[in-house]
Nanobody, 119 residues
Framework: QVQLVESGGGLVQAGGSRRLSCAAS????????MGWYRQAPGKQRELVAA???????NYSDSVKGRFSISRDNAKNTVYLQMNSLKPEDTAVYYC?????????????WGQGTQVTVSS
């Protein structure tokens, strides 16, 4: 059973910083792309940032220059460093990973962590 567990969400003032973590556990053979998505009330879930096993990254235009994604392959963990936060960054943030296990390669999601940015 593969599981993604996020941590680091909470309330932060505009202009502040927050670091999210997501650890994958279980019967894992390999992890390809890991990423962070977010969903604000009344909006669709959107990609925030993604990172390949080799470290290639991709960011949405709305967070470029403010957010940074990284991963520790030895710990099966991905991080999202969020700086210069804005009220419009308020959302539930979800971790996503393409994980290969005994049954094949599948997309997995974390339970989500709320980030609220106050103005």
């Amino acid at each position: 059973q593969v599981q993604l567990v996020e941590s680091g969400g909470g309330l932060v003032q505009a202009g502040g910083s927050r670091r999210l973590s997501c650890a994958a556990s279980g019967n894992i053979f390999s992890i390809n792309v890991m990423g962070w998505y977010r969903q604000a009330p009344g909006k669709q879930r959107e990609l925030v940032a993604a990172i390949t096993y080799g470290g290639n990254t991709n960011y949405s235009d709305s967070v470029k220059g403010r957010f940074s994604i990284s991963r520790d392959n030895a710990k099966n963990t991905v991080y999202l460093q969020m700086n210069s936060l804005k009220p419009e960054d308020t959302a539930v943030y979800y971790c996503n990973a393409e994980i290969g296990s005994m049954g094949g390669e599948y997309d997995y999601w974390g339970q989500g962590t709320q980030v609220t940015v106050s103005s």
